[in-house]
T-cell receptor, first 112, second 116 residues
């Protein structure tokens, strides 16, 4: 069964600290993996996208990694800011034309 | 980047009434639009997929007669929740996909529906 599991479910960190969010998937065949940021009451916004051959992708303070062999991805946030408080969702795309598979997300709270 | 808007952003209605939610792609042609529902602390759940000019394809367990979807143009799709009940209260999010394919979806800001 195609699944996307994220951990931790929630995380609280102090402003300025770094953190890493995890995503494991069992989707096969695999096309690409995206990380989205979803602010409360808003739609998801794409942070990064990686295909099978890509190991890392950065977007400002966000760096995503992908290990297609172990089917694991991580999202590293550097020097966190209060505005980073949101839900981070890992989304995997499988065979062309099939539905995206969403993880349940990690809720990040950054406190001052 | 591609922008998708939704209207209204929130709506409160009485049980038994119908509510229409609009989804517009503002700067690209969305040949395919998707409607999702999201309950608190849950991930997005795909409700239906619609291609412009065609009938929507509904996911298993989603009542097509209750959630009417119209995708009349390449920039507009509507979701009508008919005879809404409190259990329909949720966050509804649409997304649009264009020439880059259906796995490149641009999400709208969502509509919060509360049925009293």
């Amino acid at each position: 069964k195609n699944q996307v599991e994220q951990s931790p479910q929630s995380l609280i960190i102090l402003e300025g600290k770094n953190c890493t969010l995890q995503c494991n998937y069992t989707v096969s065949p695999f096309s690409n993996l995206r990380w989205y940021k979803q602010d409360t009451g808003r739609g998801p916004v794409s942070l990064t996208i990686m295909t099978f051959s890509e190991n890392t992708k950065s977007n400002g303070r966000y760096t995503a990694t992908l290990d297609a062999d172990t089917k694991q991805s991580s999202l590293h946030i550097t020097a966190s800011q209060l505005s980073d408080s949101a839900s981070y969702i890992c989304v995997v795309s499988g065979q062309a034309g099939t539905a995206l598979i969403f993880g349940k997300g990690t809720t990040l709270s950054v406190s001052s | 980047g591609a922008v998708v808007s939704q209207h209204p952003s929130w709506v409160i209605c009485k049980s038994g009434t119908s509510v229409k939610i609009e989804c517009r792609s503002l700067d690209f042609q969305a040949t395919t639009m998707f409607w999702y529902r999201q309950f608190p602390k849950q991930s997005l759940m795909l409700m239906a997929t619609s291609n412009e000019g065609s009938k929507a394809t509904y996911e298993q367990g989603v009542e097509k007669d209750k959630f009417l979807i119209n995708h009349a143009s390449l920039t507009l799709s509507t979701l009508t929740v008919t005879s809404a009940h409190p259990e329909d209260s949720s966050f509804y999010i649409c997304s649009g996909a264009g020439i880059l394919g259906t796995d490149t979806q641009y999400f709208g800001p969502g509509t919060r529906l509360t049925v009293l």
